[in-house]
């Protein structure tokens, strides 16, 4: 699992997380539904109106390692975003724990920008759970989980070169110094040319439409 955990395939084909694995303290109506937490699904999690304390969470089947996670609002026809969360976790029979000893992190600050949220320390869990604590008009919530099921310290290749340069692509670049592949991480021992950074192109800058992707046959 590097990313695309609630997913009801991986990308090896093993069984993902199902529907039934998601549950959360309340809905607002099935169009609403927790199935619809998923990141990128055509709607959102909501929970009900009378619901002041609300709660999503998902079972993983067995211990990951979660290094991190992404929020996303509901999107632009549906407004209401989280602004704030708090984080728990459990294994095995245990009841469930606040990451940090309940720190509240800041979540969305709209309903177009996900927010990447970095795990340190990771957490080693079978199920995660988030708890709105402050949003935006309404709770509307959709979230990603980034971690694996064993090595997270292994490369997936940008560092090394393992990757092809031309397995690295983007939406637009400012100018030819600025292609995907200088968006690259390398020490200095490995680098053959000096990377500054990959740039978009003007017209896509602060639009939302601007994108980078690595495409990986790592497993």
């Not at 999690?45 to 969470?57: F, G, H, R, T, Y």
């Not at 632009?76 to 309940?102: C, F, L, M, R």
Request: hydrophobic share 35%.
């Amino acid at each position: 699992m590097k990313s695309g955990a609630i997913q009801s395939t991986t990308r090896d084909n093993r069984k993902g997380i199902m529907d039934g694995d998601i549950t959360a303290s309340s809905i607002l109506s099935d169009d609403f539904h927790q199935r619809f937490v998923r990141y990128d699904s055509p709607s959102c999690w909501k929970n009900a109106s009378s619901d002041d304390q609300p709660w999503i969470q998902v079972d993983l089947h067995e211990v990951h390692i979660i290094t991190g996670i992404v929020l996303q609002a509901c999107g632009e026809a549906t407004p209401g975003w989280v602004e704030e969360v708090i984080i728990q976790s459990k294994t095995s029979d245990n009841d469930y724990t606040a990451w940090k000893h309940g720190k509240v992190i800041r979540g969305s600050n709209d309903v177009r920008c996900p927010k990447v949220i970095a795990l340190d320390p990771w957490i080693y869990a079978e199920s995660i759970r988030i708890l709105p604590v402050t949003w935006n008009n309404e709770v509307g919530l959709r979230f990603e989980l980034l971690g694996c099921r064993e090595d997270c310290d292994q490369s997936l290749g940008l560092t090394d070169l393992t990757l092809l340069d031309s397995e690295i692509t983007a939406s637009s670049i400012l100018n030819d110094s600025h292609q995907p592949h200088d968006a690259r991480i390398q020490p200095f021992d490995l680098q053959m040319t000096r990377r500054i950074g990959w740039r978009p192109g003007p017209d896509t800058v602060g639009n939302g439409s601007s994108w980078i992707q690595v495409r990986s046959n790592f497993h």
